[in-house]
């Protein structure tokens, strides 16, 4: 009798080197995450370029977030019906025709079109790249690959305010778009060559299930990024940001219904959660893009605003960060296939935590002292190595092949819906506590961040508030940590990515005496 290796299905066997694979998608996987954070330092300097006001601005990355999260699960099953390799590609070219347009675009109107087509790109990209993990690497040799591809994720965030800051000051605003043209050329390059044509696994599209995802999504995630904008009250006439948050949590809750009655072939297939580390590994990730997006915020105004550091010179206090999460990258993968993924999570999330605290006690307005901020920030990098990937691959361990791009647009969606919720709340939050630190209230901080660097008496309160927000991310990396307790050891199934016939055969014969 053949060996369970050597009955898996065309799509996995053959795939003999899957590395070259992934480090050609990690390319564009790279490119777009880059491009979630790059657009931050260049917001002054388009403004003036466009000749724009904050409010419009704010568009430029709202509309990227707004279509980049919601086609995500989507987009995951279209990698299952055609192919991720094809749909991996389309969304690469899209990206990188709208990242030229970007650059281009001489109207804010034009720039937010553009961006909105980038987002959409990124949402057919980015599900296919773990997608083609979990379908070309056994579970138990998941672990290193996933450490790449959270390492990316980690370091993406982080250099994106580096080089934006670099691309700003020394070509203009302009070329935070271009530079993505050459790159996202050698990607399709390195994936049409690379990566394996696998099986598609035919699906029948849900479409009362896409509706309902679709509007449910568009209305929360909407409601939730613009909220700040409109001071969480009336959009227009009738429609308040309330309002669409109610809509989008009902008309989803409406979606979760129709996923187990309807007849067809669900969208979201309710059985993914049975798996315990499944639907855990989410609820991390979630409060993990709570945490990363809503640390930034009060770091970057507290660098530019309170010790007059230029765009440059405050990306580059995340320098630390980004060289231990990088290289942490690949120790962290080969114990993640080694070691339990509730420890090499839970003191990564848990150090996360100490890490935002750390820099919550140490934000002073002092600029002789900005030096000591780069412990927090080397914690912060170490902790990322050990979050990212060994909540990845806990998500992905059990997933089979036919359920890989519904299982990673879920992850995905998750993923991005926590950094919405994160950027929405801290900007609250900084907002409200500004009102208690500062005289004149939160609207005296608004006027000294558009004339530039605080005058010294603004300087300590202006601070307070940014160290107190710290602890909005902290609290959501100690949930993490305290979620990942729970994961469950992951075993090793030999039937992996066999068919179910194939299953019950190795099965009977592991029961034969």
């Not at 009336?234 to 989803?252: E, H, K, N």
Request: aromatic letters at 10%; proline letters at 6%.
């Amino acid at each position: 009798m053949k060996s369970s290796a050597e009955r898996l299905p065309r799509d996995v066997t053959q795939t003999s080197k899957p590395w070259p694979a992934l480090w050609a998608l990690v390319v564009g996987f790279f490119m777009i995450l880059v491009d979630t954070t790059i657009v931050s330092v260049a917001n002054p300097r388009i403004m003036q370029g466009l000749h724009t006001d904050i409010n419009s601005v704010i568009w430029v990355t709202s509309a990227y977030l707004l279509t980049y999260a919601v086609p995500l699960l989507v987009t995951g099953r279209l990698g299952d019906r055609f192919g991720p390799k094809r749909i991996y590609l389309l969304g690469l070219v899209v990206f990188t025709l709208a990242s030229a347009w970007c650059g281009f675009s001489g109207s804010i109107e034009m720039l937010i079109a553009a961006r909105a087509v980038q987002g959409l790109g990124a949402s057919l990209l980015t599900p296919q790249t773990m997608s083609v993990i979990t379908r070309t690497f056994p579970p138990h040799e998941r672990g290193q690959a996933m450490s790449l591809w959270g390492a990316t994720a980690a370091v993406a965030t982080l250099v994106g305010p580096i080089l934006g800051g670099f691309l700003v000051d020394g070509l203009g605003w302009e070329w935070i778009f271009f530079v993505n043209v050459p790159v996202g050329i050698i990607g399709f390059v390195l994936a049409w060559r690379l990566v394996p044509t696998l099986e598609t696994h035919s699906h029948r599209f849900d479409v009362p299930g896409v509706v309902l995802w679709a509007i449910g999504m568009s209305c929360l995630v909407f409601g939730i990024q613009e909220g700040e904008t409109y001071a969480w009250g009336r959009i227009w006439g009738p429609v308040s940001v309330w309002g669409l948050i109610v809509t989008g949590v009902v008309v989803l809750g409406v979606f979760v219904w129709w996923q187990r009655v309807g007849r067809g072939e669900p969208l979201l297939p309710l059985r993914l959660f049975r798996d315990r580390n499944f639907s855990l590994a989410n609820t991390a990730i979630a409060m993990v893009g709570i945490a990363i997006t809503s640390n930034s915020l009060p770091l970057v105004f507290y660098y530019q605003l309170v010790l007059g550091f230029s765009p440059t010179r405050a990306a580059l206090q995340l320098v630390p960060m980004a060289l231990f999460s990088g290289g942490l990258a690949p120790v962290v993968g080969r114990l993640v296939d080694r070691v339990h993924t509730r420890y090499l999570a839970g003191a990564g999330l848990f150090g996360m935590a100490v890490a935002m605290v750390w820099y919550a006690v140490w934000l002073v307005p002092d600029e002789s002292l900005w030096w000591r901020l780069l412990l927090p920030s080397g914690l912060m990098g170490i902790a990322s190595a050990f979050t990212f990937s060994p909540i990845s691959a806990t998500a992905t361990h059990n997933l089979a092949p036919a359920d890989a791009g519904a299982g990673s647009g879920v992850y995905n969606s998750v993923r991005q819906v926590g950094a919405v919720l994160g950027s929405a709340a801290i900007a609250a939050l900084i907002q409200a506590r500004l009102a208690v630190t500062l005289p004149g209230g939160a609207s005296a901080g608004s006027r000294a961040e558009a004339a530039g660097r605080l005058p010294e008496a603004l300087q300590p309160g202006f601070t307070a508030a940014m160290a107190s927000s710290m602890l909005l991310p902290a609290a959501a990396a100690l949930v993490g940590a305290v979620v990942s307790i729970f994961f469950v050891e992951r075993t090793v199934d030999r039937a992996w990515g066999a068919t179910p016939a194939t299953r019950a055969e190795i099965a009977s014969a592991d029961s034969a005496p």
